[in-house]
Structures are given as C-alpha cells and as structure tokens.
C-alpha cells in the first residue's frame, strides 16, 4: 500500500484533504507542521505527499518537500498554498514538487493529481518488481528467526498459509503484521493473485463502507463514477485488513456478512456480487479486550480468529535482534552510499537492554541514524542516542531497593521510551503516556531528563 502524508496546520483543510484522498491504494496519514511531517517522515517514508506552503515552526512545505524525496527519491509532492506567485511555483517545481495548487483548493482537481501519482507509482512497482528490485518493509529476518517465541509463529504460518482459513495477526505497532500476512499470501495457492492492504484506522468512518465494498455513481455526494471496493479488487488473492479494531459498529455487521457470504453489495446498487479472497486481519490491540467492552463484535472476532497468531515484540524476540540490525545497517549504508558499519558486541548487548517500544520499525529508523551519524566503521556504544544510552544504563543496574525507587525508575524508563518513540516530540510523548504535558514537564524536570 502507498503511503500518502497530507501536511496542513489549518484542521478543516487537513481533515477534508484526508477524507477526499482516501481510496485502497493509500495509507493516509496527517501532520500538522512542517517539523512533525519531517518527524513521521524520518519514521515512515511516503511516496506521496500533500503539503502546505506556509506553516508555523522552523520547517516549511519546501523543507518537507526537500526531506521526503532525500527519503524517497521517488515521492510525488504537491504544494498548496494560498501565496501564489510564479517565482515560487518556479522554485517547487525546480526541487522536484509534482504540481502546485493555490487556495482555495479545488479537491477535484488535487485528487486528479493524486490519483496521476498513484498510477506512476503503480507503473514504477511494476518495473522494480519485473527486476527483482521491491523492498518490503521489513526485511525476511523479521519472518525467520532464531527466537524460538517467533519460530513457533514462523512453524504455525508454514502450517496454515496454503489453506483459505481466515487469520487475525496482533501485536504491538512496528512488529511485522504486514510482513507475515505478506509471507501468508506468497506461500498460498493464491501467490499469484493481488494483495491488497486496506489500513482501516487511516480512513474516514463515512468512506469506509465504499472503500470496502465500493459504490455506484451518485450512490453519496461526490461519487461521480462506479467504483470496486478493497474486497472486489483483491478477488483472486488475499486482502489484508490492518488495523481491523478500528472499524465502526455498522460496518462491523456489513463486514461480517461479506465474511459468512462472500458477496458484495456496492454502495447504492442492488447487485450482489461474488467474491473469491482470503482474508487476513491485523489489530495492534487486544481484540478479545474490544469485545468484553462492547466496541467489536463477538460473532466478528471469532470469524476473523479462526487462525490466531500473536506476533511478540522486539524486546522479546533478542536471537534476532543481531541479524535485524546488520540487514539494515547494510541496506541503508547502500542507500545513502556511506561505508558497511558494523556493531561492537558491546553495541548489541546495549541494544538487547533497550525495550524498543516502536518494536523492527523503531530499530530500522535507529539503524538508519546510526549510519548517518556514527562518527566510525565501527559503531560502539557510546554512539547511541542519548535516549538509548539512558534507558539501557538503568535497565544495566538495577539498584532499587524501596518501591517508591522501583516505581520512578519504572517511571523515568517510561518517559524516556516514549520519547524515544515520538523522536523527542512531547506533546505525542505525553499522549502515548496518557498524561499531560505539564504534567510530562514536571517529570522530566524531577527526573532531570532534558
């Protein structure tokens, strides 16, 4: 799936833009500044992205425009602005920018562009997969693994991929769900057949139903023309619903009845039409816990559980931890032409110390830095970030000896994690922690974290 970042500091835009956008192809995500694009960037790469010009904070749309094809060399970018003049649009379309759109902004037209990019990302996957040249997000060392938590997901998976069972994959956020429902679609009889990932969280709750199911013209104000849904696309193959918990009740029993049915009904039509996929589901979160609060169905999660696998998470995974590392210090020294770093055993024992909260997708972008940053061939372990060194220090020498000096240090570690996984961003930081920011300031300043 092609990851789209919509960049907007005005919220009416940013949320209209994301709701306009939204189609199967696209994993939609949103910023609010030019620096917190740059940060989820640095994260997750787009291959599109749809930006302010003119924004609060240190970055602007040129340097988001600048960050994201250094990342992505490829990424189709499209600045909107409400500053119009022709020196500007000169110097965005100099630096790579795809178009450039004025304000107010015509959504018909930006979808036009959007869609012209999906298509020439379609055509440039096609090509790079004829030569063998499609990078999947995590490498296979997150499948084969010589944990043996993940070698007992790896010998379920050997087991029950050539079958059409329906499967439900959960596990932390950055742990490989994509990765293994991909391993279950190649090892299928359906290999050959399409793959389609439909992120359910990224897309508006009014759009879901046509995006699952699709809809006739004029079946709901804006759809000018009949559309397949994710369902009727992936006929054939395996459709992968991400982030499944975050779909709506109504849609739930819609969905369920595709389940037991296997028929579609496209929005504002009366055809039922048959479709041939094998479903895979992944959920970030604790279905069954969804359920006993009454936000997912029952009769739904045992439809999608016929095959459960829990993927662990990094920290509890440290065989593979080695192997991770060195593919990505040798993908990324590649990408950005810099010489083979290795790791000092010091570094790996540092690193199996460290919980990694953001699991594989947080040890890939610390790789990443690393590669960037390590002043040697040799990374050590004093080239770790700050945060790092500080986490794995405390988790090295555990000299509590009361509960309240167990509970700050449970605290402190916390903070620092959280931190770690929103690139020092403290609003986010605090979110994911569940307390305010003032809050999370009078912490850190207790703690003497700066």
């Known amino acids: 799936m092609l990851r789209l970042l919509i960049v907007e500091d005005e919220p009416n835009i940013r949320s209209g833009l994301a709701e306009a956008l939204a189609r199967p192809e696209l994993s939609i995500a949103t910023a609010a500044s030019g620096d917190e694009a740059v940060a989820r960037l640095e994260r997750e790469p787009a291959e599109i992205v749809v930006t302010d010009l003119r924004m609060p904070g240190s970055v602007d749309g040129l340097g988001v425009l600048d960050r994201a094809r250094a990342l992505v060399p490829d990424c189709a970018v499209i600045l909107v602005t409400a500053f119009a003049t022709v020196d500007v649009a000169v110097e965005t379309m100099k630096r790579g920018a795809l178009d450039f759109v004025t304000k107010p902004v015509n959504l018909k037209h930006v979808r036009a562009v959007v869609s012209r990019a999906v298509e020439r990302w379609t055509l440039v996957l096609q090509n790079r997969r004829m030569r063998g040249e499609v990078r999947v997000p995590l490498p296979r060392a997150a499948v084969r693994s010589e944990s043996p938590r993940m070698r007992e997901v790896t010998s379920l998976l050997e087991q029950v991929a050539p079958s059409d069972a329906t499967i439900l994959i959960q596990g932390e956020s950055g742990t490989g769900k994509e990765v293994l429902a991909r391993e279950i ?26 995006e699952l199911f699709g809809h006739e013209a004029g079946a709901f104000t804006g759809a000018q023309g009949k559309r397949r849904g994710a369902f009727e696309v992936a006929s054939g193959g395996t459709i992968l619903l991400d982030e ?11 969905l369920l009845r595709v389940l037991e049915e296997r028929v579609v009904q496209r929005l504002g039509s009366e055809k039922r039409t048959h479709v041939d996929v094998r479903v895979v589901a992944a959920s970030n979160v604790d279905l069954a816990a969804r359920v006993k609060e009454g936000r997912f169905r029952e009769d739904l999660f045992y439809r999608l559980a016929v095959i459960p696998i829990v993927v662990p998470p990094l920290r509890e995974r440290p065989d593979d931890l080695r192997a991770l590392a060195e593919h990505y210090l040798a993908e990324f020294a590649g990408l950005h032409r810099r010489p083979a770093k290795t790791l000092t055993p010091d570094t790996i024992d540092a690193l199996k110390r460290y919980p990694f909260p953001g699991n594989i997708r947080e040890l890939r972008n610390l790789c990443e830095r690393l590669v960037l940053t390590a002043p040697r061939d040799s990374i050590g372990a004093d080239d770790l970030p700050l945060e790092v060194r500080a986490a794995t220090a405390h988790a090295a020498v555990p000299t509590e000896r009361t509960l309240r000096q167990v509970i700050e240090r449970a605290e402190r570690d916390a903070i ?14 605090a979110d994911r922690l569940g307390v305010s920011v003032r809050t999370l300031h009078y912490k850190l300043k207790l703690y003497g974290v700066s």
């Open 185 to 210: 679609h190649a090892r299928s009889p359906r290999a050959e057949g399409p793959f389609i990932p439909l992120h359910c969280g990224a897309i508006p709750e009014t759009l879901l139903p046509s």
């Open 416 to 429: 620092l994690a959280a931190l770690a996984a929103t690139d020092g961003h403290r609003e986010r930081a």
């Open 244 to 254: 499944v918990s975050e779909i709506p009740l109504q849609s739930q029993v819609d």
